[in-house]
């Protein structure tokens, strides 16, 4: 029997977030994450993702490590004879830089990390859909530390694996989910040939459908689901902000946000939220929901509708996974990226001084939406602050005035505030 009842609190749960590249795996640390999961270059489910080479995974292992937080690996893809060179090349590589953990959803691979790294913490993908307890122990009795439990589960059946295990127990909370069980799907390869179970997933499951009458080639009715077509099998995205207490409550370990194909603004905006909530919820008999800012920042990123999928299965709202609305909405859009102000270095140099007096109130930003004078910039802090800046000057690198920037350029732009460097800056889109 578990030793922790279930209102037994054993730690506030980490929250995880994605890194989809060096630099949004930075992003998600200064924004709140305790840790972050990555994907080397090879076996993992989002190889469409830029992913890091060997250099930045040991370099972020060395930030985490320094810094206290978590580094978890992504090795999750389903293990062909093909792939058992290449998986052990890479336990071997992350054993060297002390990853703080492996995501393995692989019999053999948890095998091979054995044997060839038992210092390096075993975490159980989703993929592997653990959904009771004995399965759970299962795992544990297997060298697993820690189990992401699978996405259907309920809130009960949550709270009836934890009072039976003491292992490690993780939950997605936010991000997209698949139509049928996490990643055990063949509808990407057999449409496309590109295989979800090994990280290349062209999502089918978003795509428009219409009807086709065999003998009437060419000609496509359309199926009536909602106004802008039919989206048969899209499933609306994860949010489980407003379950944060119970989840803390229910003594589950870490709160996994998805989406490392996300760009830095969704990574920014919804570890914040998740991070200040979480924060506010904790000691767990506080009930605090997301205030304002929270909720707003998750509705400023790129998402479809959001659910509470399975936590709570006989609620009337239960289950709305598919929705006819497919298009994502966002009410904000990445505006650019604070990076540190370039230095002079001699006279030959081609950066110059701001045209104006130097201050050090001037930030250099790296641009991602075309910007015009006249628009709003907002800046996010970490501790929830978004502070609204006029833009009525910006130069470029050789100190002229710019009316318009576009994305790929460096700016600069006097702020009456400080910044500083991989710091998210957002735009309001238009209506
Ligand atoms: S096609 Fe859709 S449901 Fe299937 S694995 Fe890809 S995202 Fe998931």
Same mark, same amino acid.
């Given at each position: 029997?578990?030793?922790?009842?279930?209102?037994?609190?054993?730690?506030?749960?980490?929250?995880?977030?994605?890194?989809?590249?060096?630099?949004?795996?930075?992003?998600?640390?200064?924004?709140?994450?305790?840790?972050?999961?990555?994907?080397?270059?090879?076996?993992?489910?989002?190889?469409?993702?830029?992913?890091?080479?060997?250099?930045?995974?040991?370099?972020?292992?060395?930030?985490?490590?320094?810094?206290?937080?978590?580094?978890?690996?992504?090795?999750?893809?389903?293990?062909?004879?093909?792939?058992?060179?290449?998986?052990?090349?890479?336990?071997?590589?992350?054993?060297?830089?002390?990853?703080?953990?492996?995501?393995?959803?692989?019999?053999?691979?948890?095998?091979?990390?054995?044997?060839?790294?038992?210092?390096?913490?075993?975490?159980?993908?989703?993929?592997?859909?653990?959904?009771?307890?004995?399965?759970?122990?299962?795992?544990?009795?297997?060298?697993?530390?820690?189990?992401?439990?699978?996405?259907?589960?309920?809130?009960?059946?949550?709270?009836?694996?934890?009072?039976?295990?003491?292992?490690?127990?993780?939950?997605?909370?936010?991000?997209?989910?698949?139509?049928?069980?996490?990643?055990?799907?063949?509808?990407?390869?057999?449409?496309?040939?590109?295989?979800?179970?090994?990280?290349?997933?062209?999502?089918?499951?978003?795509?428009?459908?219409?009807?086709?009458?065999?003998?009437?080639?060419?000609?496509?009715?359309?199926?009536?689901?909602?106004?802008?077509?039919?989206?048969?099998?899209?499933?609306?995205?994860?949010?489980?902000?407003?379950?944060?207490?119970?989840?803390?409550?229910?003594?589950?370990?870490?709160?996994?946000?998805?989406?490392?194909?996300?760009?830095?603004?969704?990574?920014?905006?919804?570890?914040?939220?998740?991070?200040?909530? %979480?924060?506010?919820?904790? *000691?767990? !008999?506080?009930?605090?929901? $997301?205030?304002?800012? &929270?909720?707003?920042? #998750?509705?400023? +990123?790129?998402?479809?509708?959001?659910?509470?999928?399975?936590?709570?299965?006989?609620?009337?709202?239960?289950?709305?996974?598919?929705?006819?609305?497919?298009?994502?909405?966002?009410?904000?859009?990445?505006?650019?990226?604070?990076?540190?102000?370039?230095?002079?270095?001699?006279?030959?140099?081609?950066?110059?001084?701001?045209?104006?007096?130097?201050?050090?109130?001037?930030?250099?930003?790296?641009?991602?939406?075309?910007?015009?004078?006249?628009?709003?910039?907002?800046?996010?802090?970490?501790?929830?602050?978004?502070?609204?800046?006029?833009?009525?000057?910006?130069?470029?690198?050789?100190?002229?005035? %710019?009316?318009?920037?576009? *994305?790929? !350029?460096?700016?600069?732009? $006097?702020?009456?505030? &400080?910044?500083?460097? #991989?710091?998210? +800056?957002?735009?309001?889109?238009?209506?």
């Amino acid at each position: 029997m578990n030793p922790y009842p279930l209102e037994g609190i054993r730690r506030k749960p980490e929250l995880l977030a994605p890194g989809g590249s060096f630099e949004k795996a930075r992003i998600a640390y200064l924004y709140g994450a305790d840790a972050v999961y990555v994907g080397g270059k090879a076996l993992n489910l989002r190889m469409r993702s830029k992913n890091l080479g060997d250099e930045d995974l040991a370099a972020l292992a060395f930030l985490a490590r320094r810094s206290g937080k978590g580094l978890y690996v992504t090795l999750n893809s389903l293990m062909r004879p093909r792939d058992l060179g290449p998986l052990k090349a890479a336990l071997e590589y992350l054993r060297d830089i002390q990853a703080g953990g492996v995501i393995v959803g692989d019999p053999g691979a948890v095998l091979l990390a054995r044997e060839l790294a038992p210092g390096l913490p075993l975490h159980l993908s989703t993929q592997v859909s653990t959904m009771n307890h004995l399965s759970a122990r299962f795992w544990e009795a297997e060298g697993i530390r820690r189990i992401n439990l699978a996405r259907e589960l309920s809130l009960d059946e949550i709270q009836a694996i934890r009072r039976e295990t003491s292992m490690e127990l993780e939950v997605f909370v936010h991000g997209s989910l698949c139509v049928s069980y996490s990643g055990r799907c063949l509808l990407s390869h057999t449409m496309t040939g590109r295989s979800a179970n090994n990280g290349h997933c062209a999502q089918p499951c978003r795509w428009t459908y219409r009807l086709v009458e065999e003998k009437r080639p060419g000609e496509y009715f359309p199926v009536g689901e909602g106004p802008d077509g039919s989206y048969i099998l899209n499933s609306r995205d994860l949010c489980l902000i407003d379950d944060l207490p119970r989840l803390a409550r229910a003594g589950i370990d870490a709160l996994k946000i998805e989406g490392r194909m996300k760009g830095a603004h969704y990574v920014a905006s919804v570890t914040r939220a998740y991070r200040r909530t %979480l924060d506010a919820c904790w *000691p767990p !008999t506080v009930d605090a929901g $997301p205030d304002h800012t &929270s909720r707003n920042d #998750l509705l400023a +990123v790129s998402h479809r509708p959001y659910t509470r999928a399975f936590l709570f299965p006989d609620s009337p709202q239960s289950p709305p996974e598919i929705d006819a609305e497919t298009s994502l909405v966002q009410t904000h859009t990445l505006a650019g990226i604070v990076r540190a102000m370039p230095r002079l270095q001699g006279e030959d140099v081609d950066i110059v001084k701001p045209s104006s007096q130097a201050a050090p109130s001037w930030t250099c930003l790296e641009v991602r939406s075309q910007l015009r004078l006249g628009q709003t910039l907002h800046f996010l802090f970490p501790d929830g602050r978004t502070l609204r800046h006029p833009l009525q000057v910006m130069e470029n690198h050789l100190g002229q005035s %710019l009316a318009t920037a576009h *994305p790929n !350029t460096l700016v600069r732009l $006097p702020v009456p505030f &400080s910044t500083f460097p #991989l710091q998210v +800056v957002r735009l309001s889109r238009p209506h």
